[in-house]
């Protein structure tokens, strides 16, 4: 039994999950997500928890137990909590900010650069801290890695567009000649 797909989902008080034969739709406060259903899973709704189970033993089907699982529980949390990333820019010169659905962003290039956010997340910039905010996880996620493709964070200086506690391994830089 897969110690994840095992595990019950507990289902928050404003949310509903229905079940039809090829897809998942989760309702919340914050929105509405939906999955197809894989094969040889079957979910079942209780009062107030939802459990996954599969078919048979078959390694195609325990491959995808745990990881049905996953998807459901991470669409119950977006749609009563929600998700979100924070990235900070370091360097002197880069500056963030919102513009309508998008983000201007000075990020030492020749030119701005603008970010067009996708339809169901939302930015907000303060200081040099980007906040990213949605209900599907794995849009934020995206979004958040395709803002910091744009300027990876250098290793000497550590300039650039980082996840906020992620740790950049730093150089030196050059040592010169021991005279």
Not at 105 to 117: I, P, T, Y
Not at 124 to 133: A, L
Not at 162 to 172: H, M
């Amino acid at each position: 039994m897969s110690r994840i797909g095992k595990l019950p989902i507990a289902i928050p008080s404003g949310v509903t999950i229905t079940v039809d034969s090829d897809n998942i739709t989760v309702v919340g406060s914050k929105g509405t997500l939906s999955q197809f259903t894989m094969e040889g899973i079957n979910l079942s709704v209780d009062n107030e928890q939802a459990t996954v189970t599969r078919v048979n033993d078959e390694p195609k089907i325990r491959g995808k137990h745990g990881l049905m699982r996953s998807l459901v529980n991470n669409m119950v949390i977006g749609v009563s909590q929600g998700f979100t990333k924070q990235l900070e820019v370091n360097g002197v010169g880069y500056r963030v900010a919102v513009v309508g659905n998008s983000l201007k962003m000075s990020l030492g290039f020749s030119h701005e650069v603008n970010f067009a956010l996708p339809e169901g997340i939302t930015a907000k910039v303060e200081q040099n801290v980007i906040t990213i905010s949605g209900i599907n996880k794995q849009q934020v996620g995206q979004v958040a890695a395709e803002i910091r493709a744009l300027k990876k964070p250098e290793p000497y200086k550590g300039k650039g567009i980082k996840y906020v506690g992620e740790r950049i391994i730093r150089k030196s830089g050059k040592s010169g000649k021991d005279k």
